[in-house]
Structure formats: structure tokens, C-alpha cells
């Protein structure tokens, strides 16, 4: 099951300030702020060890198209394999409103299991 979106720094504020409040348990400060009694109970026994509310930094540089786009390149590429990476790009980049390059796409068909174009299946003559 994966995991669902990160603290924002107000949202671990207010279960930090709940909590030093006194009068609400894990379950009720998770039912306040809507997220998992394991998250509140995780942000809470981090904050008593160390006094740290801050996420940790992530390793690495983020990927530029997110989840949504990668399933839309894979749709446009469905509806016409043989397609080249080039003419597959700038059509991609006008339907987004960020520009990627040809070896980006490249490498995201190739991670979905698109390695180059599909050859048409020839007829077999007797």
C-alpha cells in the first residue's frame, strides 16, 4: 500500500501544539488532523527525542514528470507505436505546461517497457 502525502509544517505545528496541550490522546489529535495515529505518534516521539518537527532531507534529484504525466506518455505512445521520440515530444510538451526533452521521454517509455518502435507483422506469401 503506498504511502500517503507528507506532513506540511503546519499540519505537524498543530499536532505538536496539540500534544503540549495535554488533553488530546494520539487517536484524537489523528482524527483532528485527519492523518494516521502512526504518523502523529512517529512526528510526536521524534519531536520528545530530539525536538525536531522538520521532515528529513530526501536524497537525490526529483523526477521531472510526475505519476499523471508518465500514464499520459504511455497513453499517447499506444495510440500510435511507431511513433519517434521527437514528434512524440513536442506534441507531449504542448499538452504540459513544463518542457521535457526527447531523452526524458525516451527514458520513461523504456522504464514502462517501451525499448523502440514496433514493426508492423508481415504478411507470409506461400
Same mark, same amino acid.
Do not use: W
Given at each position: 500500500?503506498?504511502?500517503?502525502?507528507?506532513?506540511?509544517d503546519f499540519e505537524?505545528?498543530?499536532i505538536v501544539g496539540?500534544?503540549?496541550?495535554?488533553?488530546?490522546?494520539?487517536?484524537?489529535?489523528?482524527?483532528?488532523?485527519?492523518?494516521?495515529?502512526?504518523?502523529?505518534?512517529?512526528?510526536?516521539?521524534?519531536?520528545?527525542?530530539?525536538?525536531? @518537527?522538520? %521532515?528529513?532531507?530526501? +536524497?537525490?534529484?526529483? #523526477?521531472?514528470l510526475s505519476k499523471?504525466?508518465? &500514464?499520459? *506518455?504511455?497513453?499517447?505512445?499506444?495510440?500510435?507505436?511507431?511513433?519517434?521520440?521527437?514528434?512524440? @515530444?513536442? %506534441?507531449?510538451?504542448? +499538452?504540459?505546461?513544463? #518542457?521535457?526533452?526527447?531523452?526524458?521521454?525516451? &527514458?520513461? *517509455?523504456?522504464?514502462?517497457?517501451?525499448?523502440?518502435?514496433?514493426?508492423?507483422?508481415?504478411?507470409?506469401?506461400?
Amino acid at each position: 500500500m503506498p504511502r500517503a502525502t507528507e506532513l506540511t509544517d503546519f499540519e505537524r505545528g498543530m499536532i505538536v501544539g496539540l500534544h503540549l496541550g495535554g488533553k488530546h490522546t494520539h487517536k484524537e489529535i489523528a482524527a483532528i488532523v485527519r492523518r494516521s495515529k502512526g504518523a502523529v505518534q512517529g512526528l510526536i516521539e521524534r519531536y520528545i527525542d530530539g525536538g525536531f @518537527t522538520t %521532515a528529513t532531507q530526501r +536524497s537525490g534529484r526529483s #523526477s521531472k514528470l510526475s505519476k499523471r504525466d508518465e &500514464r499520459q *506518455l504511455v497513453r499517447e505512445v499506444k495510440k500510435d507505436r511507431s511513433i519517434t521520440p521527437e514528434p512524440l @515530444t513536442e %506534441a507531449f510538451n504542448k +499538452s504540459l505546461t513544463i #518542457s521535457v526533452s526527447s531523452r526524458t521521454v525516451q &527514458r520513461t *517509455l523504456h522504464n514502462y517497457g517501451f525499448c523502440r518502435r514496433v514493426a508492423k507483422k508481415k504478411a507470409i506469401s506461400n
